[in-house]
């Protein structure tokens, strides 16, 4: 138990007799579920007695619970997508960008749901939970705690904002829709919410950077909900430190070669802004700091147009696919000189923690979540947002400079310290503690 002594007697006991139950679209596809996951794997270990509620179960635990059946599933998601698709008529183009959360499950009937002391949401779009599913959770009395993974939950339908600023005082005119208006699906949605949100007493926000809850605290939707700041979480045995000669050896990749590692979900989804990083690497070229020869680029993700991608690639490159098992993803960043980051927008930044957590340098754009993790050219680059020369610069210094600066070792211990599954798993417990005694006096 890792629980100091001490406190720990009391501290333990009350955690071991509380039931916390996770709810997460997926177990383990996405970032939100890897964290979700982690989370639950380490109040468990804690001494937590916890379920995790989905709708894909990918693994044979008996702590997961998945909801519906296969065709109830398709269902929920493909009911959604249809009422997206028929608004824009027929336009496929930001399908995916929005989620208007009409279709779900109601889980507040399972005995798990009865069951729990603290209902914590994650992300819980594309046919977990509708509006109105929320709105029954929030109404069964248990205190909610709710992780903001992007977005959605402080603006109308969309995931990131981007540049616009409707949010802040209401959603109209969508930039993600066909036909924006005054009375479009995205402003139909936020009254929805506004509704959803205004006798939400139960609800605790979660963010897990600062940067996104500065969004929350900016919100008409949520900024008068009470708002805390937990980062996602990591486990020193998941990733580790390797040999690079080796891992690059074992993984295919030269040994003579500088390499820039870069992953994502999807890899070449606008928002992760692999263009910019493709425009570094030529630039690094172009001015003659590195030969064409001297760079080799690790992909790991989905691509969802490979041959456009590959094509626009000036280095020799590996495609790694999607990657689940961390072992062979601390290989790979072990193997790596740095590790990019492109992102329009990072909520928080899991790649550059597991980077780090590996001995490797992180570069990135540092306008968003990225900037609670990269204290810059301390443990990585934060490069000036958008500027394909500055992320250049970044990717130059952490493959020179760093490597001889950088102590990897001390880089590793700082991820630890603050992103744990201990530490993280321990405040948690503290706010599930706060919210139980609260109901309790009520």
């Known amino acids: 138990m890792w629980i100091e002594s001490g406190k720990s007697c009391t501290f333990a ?4 007799n509380m039931r916390v139950l996770i709810i997460n679209t997926s177990e383990k596809t996405g970032g939100a579920a890897i964290a979700a996951r982690r989370l639950m794997e380490s109040l468990h270990t804690a001494g937590t007695e916890v379920k995790m509620l989905v709708l894909h179960k990918e693994s044979q635990s008996d702590l997961v619970i998945p909801v519906g059946r296969n065709w109830q599933k398709k269902f929920t998601f493909l009911f959604e997508r249809l009422v997206i698709w028929t608004n824009n008529l027929f336009s496929r183009k930001n399908l995916f960008t929005v989620s208007i959360a009409n279709t779900g499950f109601n889980v507040t009937r399972l005995p798990a749901f009865r069951e729990a002391d603290i209902i ?9 939970l509708s509006i109105r599913n929320i709105q029954e959770i929030l109404q069964s009395g ?7 993974h992007d977005m959605w939950e402080c603006t109308a339908i969309c995931h990131h904002a981007h540049t616009c600023t409707r949010f802040k005082s209401e959603c109209r005119d969508c930039r993600f829709l066909r036909f924006p208006g005054r009375n479009d699906l ?3 949605v936020f009254k929805k919410k506004q509704r959803l949100f205004a006798h939400a007493d139960q609800l605790n926000i979660v963010a897990v950077s600062t940067w996104l809850s500065s969004q929350v605290l900016q919100s008409t939707l949520l900024k008068e909900k009470p708002v805390s700041v937990i980062p996602n979480t990591l486990s020193p045995a998941d990733f580790r430190m390797m040999d690079k ?3 690059r050896k074992e993984l295919a990749l030269p040994c003579d070669k500088h390499i820039i ?3 994502a979900a999807r890899i070449d989804d606008p928002i992760k802004g692999v263009e910019y990083l493709l425009q570094a690497l030529r630039l690094l070229i172009e001015k003659k700091q590195f030969r064409q020869e001297e760079l080799h680029l690790a992909l790991f993700g989905r691509i969802k147009h490979p041959e456009k991608l590959f094509a626009a690639i000036p280095v020799s490159y590996t495609w790694f696919g999607r990657i689940g098992d961390t072992g062979k993803l601390s290989q790979l960043y072990s193997a790596a000189d740095v590790t990019v980051s492109a992102s329009f927008y990072e909520t928080f930044g899991q790649t550059l923690i597991e980077a780090q957590a590996c001995g490797c340098v992180p570069v990135s754009f540092g306008n968003s979540g990225q900037a609670d993790i990269i204290r810059h050219k301390e443990n990585g680059f934060l490069a000036d947002y958008l500027s394909a020369e500055s992320l250049a610069e970044g990717i130059r210094w ?8 950088l102590s990897k070792e001390e880089m590793r211990s700082h991820v630890f310290e603050q992103y744990s599954s201990e530490v993280v798993a321990k405040e948690y417990l503290t706010l599930y503690q706060s919210l139980k005694k609260k109901k309790v006096i009520q």
Do not use: C, Y
Not at 142 to 148: A, E, F, G, Q, Y
């Open 13 to 16: 006991k009350t955690f071991r």
């Open 120 to 128: 914590h949401l994650h992300w819980i779009n594309q046919g977990m």
């Open 142 to 148: 248990k205190p909610v705690v709710w992780t903001m």
């Open 186 to 188: 995205a402003h139909r």
């Open 245 to 247: 000669t080796a891992s």
């Open 261 to 263: 590692l870069f992953g």
């Open 398 to 405: 952490g493959m020179t400079e760093a490597q001889d600066t």
